[in-house]
């Protein structure tokens, strides 16, 4: 049984005028549209993240202010000395908010960036790509179905991986483990993962799902279908390797099933 794990290929990830355009997003998802058409037939189940934001979130500009109340600008880093120095302030829940930054760098993974808004719920940016969209509903019309995995909707943490929110947050479901997501990965011997951005929610989700036992034999990266965030190419480094040593398997979208 074989599963495809789509991560995140929206329209504010994938296209050139999106919020967050992931260069090179476009080739990326042709390939996996034509590798659905062609490999129809061998895929069991789909499933979909979807990343969904409100427009005051903890990664976005408007969260956050300077001395003279002006938001930070896309790509800038807050870390716990930004706070305290004054530079930079949060607008909301300053507390928590606070307490999330100093959460971040205690794991010493991902630093706290601020992204353009994007993937804002109900907005045409947070839709699915129409490229994965129709070869999905083509191979859902042989009588199968496909989930969609919402992620992102806390605004006062992060939720890059699929499995969980970069950190959790006490008493709300939404951003803590996805036992039933664990348990759907459970149910098959292969998964086939693609999507955007390599550097960040693909990495974090394959980060997550190495914690699962048994998880990591099946896993398969389609690594022509996905691309890193410019700028971040080395962030995620460490995470692949560790999966490569673990036992996942890494390949090209025309290599798989051949």
């Known amino acids: 049984m074989t599963l495809l794990l789509i991560i995140d290929m929206q329209n504010d990830f994938c296209k050139p005028d999106g919020a967050l355009y992931v260069k090179d997003a476009e080739k990326d998802i042709s390939r996996l549209g034509t590798f659905i058409k062609r490999h129809s ?3 069991d189940h789909i499933i979909l993240t979807q990343d969904n934001h409100h427009v005051i979130d903890i990664s976005h500009p408007q969260f956050w202010e300077d001395s003279e109340g002006n938001p930070p600008e896309p790509f800038t880093e807050i870390n ?26 205690r794991q010493g993974e991902f630093p706290h960036v601020i992204w353009a808004a994007l993937c804002i719920t109900g907005s045409c940016g947070a839709a699915i790509v129409d490229e994965i969209m129709e070869p999905v509903k083509m191979w859902a019309r042989e009588g199968r179905y496909f989930d969609v995995v919402t992620k992102g909707t806390n605004p006062l943490t992060e939720h890059f991986g699929a499995l969980k929110a970069n950190v959790p947050v006490k008493n709300n479901p939404e951003t803590q483990l996805n036992t039933e997501l664990v348990k759907r990965f459970a149910l098959f011997d292969t998964i086939l993962i693609a999507g955007e951005a390599k550097s960040h929610c ?32 080395t962030l995620a480094l460490p995470i692949y390797e560790k999966a490569k040593h673990e036992g996942v398997r890494f390949t090209l979208s025309t290599e798989w099933f051949k």
């Open 202 to 233: 693909v990495a974090s989700t394959v980060k997550q799902m190495l914690e699962v036992d048994d998880t990591a034999c099946k896993m398969v990266i389609l690594e022509d279908c996905m691309s890193n965030v410019a700028g971040f190419e």
């Open 41 to 43: 037939d061998k895929i």
């Open 80 to 105: 716990t000395d930004d706070i305290e120095n004054g530079k930079w302030k949060p607008r909301f829940e300053k507390e928590k908010a606070v307490e999330y930054i100093k959460d971040l760098e």
